[in-house]
């Protein structure tokens, strides 16, 4: 079997299509909805249609006209219509009436007996390809019925109207030497764009994504709006192209546009701009974020229709359309390829989970220069840091209070590494691992009692930070608590004399919470925090700082992601405390503080604007 085209005319449609793919018949499957074009007035569907096509045949027979798409599916030796049922059955009407008209049965050849619908086939075989004039003729519905009682139902009776409307505008708006001429323009200027679907696809289901608002392909409706329409924008110059300068100029368009789709579904395209869309539409963010405006439509294609309807009214050529959702492809590539633009959009975009690339890129899109552009970024970032009233340095902050403020921070402090501050060069920072590892605010030593499960001693290191965040005198916990007071000052006690290790009983645990609970203003300080893989505590029994530390090392040697923060604090090369590499302090805490404070003076000096 050849390979279908995209494009056919209508006469095309009933006998090319379905030569070339050898298939005998369009079917109208039973569990669709009947004919339902309505046909009296001057907006019905079959009037709108004949205006249309009769306004498209007097610009001349040079011009082309195409029609909306239909959506078919393979099924054995015929077509199952899944989408474009209305517009064929007023399609084969059509060509039924002029062949009527014209006298020559021959000139509704093609069209006879190709579509069947499963519901109704005996009155469109007997009323449609057979014996139209009996239809034709009959005085009106009533009369109509009334001598043929076993189609008295309302699909019939829109097929009827609708076939008496076509025959009233023909022999009203065609003087009759213009109809041959007319039918042969329907024939070959008309067309149609044809969506093939795999036989193996549940016909039902696919009916109802089409018919019920769940988006089918809407990107390929596009896709074929524009190849079809573009090789035509400049049919009206000095210069007309040839078919095989079309067919050149329409495959060079899908090779563009399939470009256009191997970028917008890429993995690293889709991590960085945090992209939801599933397959069916993996072009259709790009699509979106070009015209925003189709977001607050609910058609059942949105981006076809709203593209569709720019086109038709003249608006935006399909060149134009086309172009301008290239560019904003381009451009967005240009920011993703240049290190420091990368990075601070990235930061902009993943810093808070509910950013998205469509608000940005509307504060982005209006920059004339890249300079704008970055400054604009990194205002953007600015804002979004935890500063002070006057911004100029951090506000205070803890993890109890201000776990989304310290992830933006935190987060900041891993992407400077990568900009052009101090000496540094930029170079891109990978935010997919971000977003996909799951990494968020955790303590360094860790405080919640839910780490503690499994802890049934504490190292030297452990009794180290506990016993300096300790008070020297128990009395002043301030434990209000008599029925535990005993049983949490004898773990005082016991801690405070421990030496090199202290084991844990199963029921000292919920008093070593207690006391950790009472030392968490310390613990929740900005220097016990990092960026770390949510529930690294959980797994450790003792050694807390030590056995984080290692799990980090393992992982950075294993070629896995840490961030470079993160690292630097566990291998303590930002930290100068004398304390040693696998203890954390007291002291520790307080210089990764001091430490974090002097960076963001440092990426604040880089943000602000300079004069």
Not at 424 to 438: H, L, M
Not at 460 to 465: G, Q, S
Not at 497 to 512: F, M, P, T, Y
């Amino acid at each position: 079997m050849a390979t279908p085209k995209t494009v056919y005319s209508l006469k095309g449609v009933f006998t090319e299509l379905l030569d070339v793919t050898d298939k005998n018949n369009f079917i109208i499957p039973t569990y669709q909805r009947g004919y339902k074009w309505t046909s009296s007035g001057g907006n019905s569907h079959v009037e709108v249609l004949m205006r249309d096509l009769s306004s498209a045949f007097e610009r001349g027979m040079s011009n082309r006209y195409y029609l909306q798409f239909i959506t078919l599916k393979e099924n054995g030796k015929d077509f199952e219509v899944i989408d474009g049922q209305q517009r064929l059955t007023t399609l084969t009407i059509l060509f039924s009436v002029l062949g009527y008209f014209l006298g020559t049965k021959e000139e509704k050849n093609f069209v006879s007996d190709k579509l069947k619908y499963q519901a109704r086939e005996n009155f469109v075989k007997k009323y449609i390809y057979d014996n139209i004039n009996l239809l034709l003729e009959s005085e009106g519905w009533d009369s109509f019925v009334q001598n043929d009682a076993e189609h008295d139902n309302q699909d019939v009776f829109f097929i009827y109207h609708a076939t008496k409307t076509i025959h009233k505008f023909i022999e009203k708006e065609l003087h009759e030497n213009k109809r041959k001429e007319y039918f042969d323009y329907l024939c070959d200027r008309v067309l149609l764009i044809v969506n093939l679907l795999e036989e193996g696809m549940k016909s039902e289901k696919i009916f109802i994504n089409v018919n019920k608002g769940v988006k089918l392909k809407d990107e390929d409706l596009v896709k074929g709006l524009i190849i079809t329409k573009i090789p035509l924008d400049n049919q009206t110059q000095q210069y007309r192209m040839t078919e095989n300068e079309i067919n050149e100029v329409r495959a060079n368009l899908g090779r563009q546009w399939d470009d256009l789709s191997r970028w917008s579904s890429r993995e690293d395209i889709i991590k960085f701009f945090k992209i939801n869309y599933g397959d069916d539409n993996r072009l259709g963010w790009l699509i979106h974020l070009t015209y925003p405006e189709v977001q607050n439509t609910e058609d059942l294609n949105p981006m076809f229709n709203y593209l569709d309807d720019l086109y038709r009214t003249k608006k935006k050529t399909a060149t134009e359309i086309f172009t301008k959702i290239r560019k904003t492809m381009l451009t967005l590539n240009d920011w993703f390829g240049e290190p420091e633009i990368c990075n601070l959009l990235g930061y902009v975009l993943h810093a808070k989970k509910d950013s998205e690339i469509k608000n940005i890129w509307i504060k982005l899109d209006s920059c004339k220069t890249k300079t704008e552009v970055l400054q604009m970024l990194k205002s953007l970032c600015k804002d979004l840091l935890p500063l002070n009233d006057a911004k100029e340095e951090l506000q205070e902050l803890n993890y109890e209070d201000f776990e989304s403020e310290l992830f933006k921070l935190f987060l900041m402090l891993d992407v400077a590494k990568f900009m052009p501050i101090g000496n540094r060069k930029a170079v891109p920072y990978d935010f997919g691992q971000i977003s996909s590892n799951n990494w968020s605010i955790e303590h360094i030593f860790p405080q919640n009692a839910k780490d503690f499960k499994n802890v049934n001693s504490l190292s030297d290191a452990d009794l180290a930070i506990i016993k300096e965040l300790l008070p020297s005198d128990f009395e002043e916990l301030g434990v209000e608590e008599e029925d535990k007071k005993e049983t949490i000052f004898t773990l005082f006690n016991k801690i405070k004399e421990a030496v090199n290790e202290c084991q844990i009983g199963n029921d000292e645990r919920d008093n070593l919470e207690y006391l950790l609970g009472k030392i968490a203003g310390d613990l929740h300080k900005l220097g016990n925090l990092a960026l770390l893989q949510r529930g690294m505590n959980l797994g450790l029994s003792n050694h807390f700082f030590d056995g984080k530390r290692n799990i980090i090392v393992r992982k950075v040697s294993e070629g896995q992601f840490v961030p470079y923060h993160t690292y630097d604090v566990f291998s303590k090369l930002v930290i100068e405390t004398g304390t040693g590499l696998h203890v954390w302090s007291k002291a520790d805490i307080a210089k990764h503080e001091e430490y974090i404070k002097d960076q963001i003076k440092s990426i604040l000096n880089y943000l602000n604007p300079k004069n």
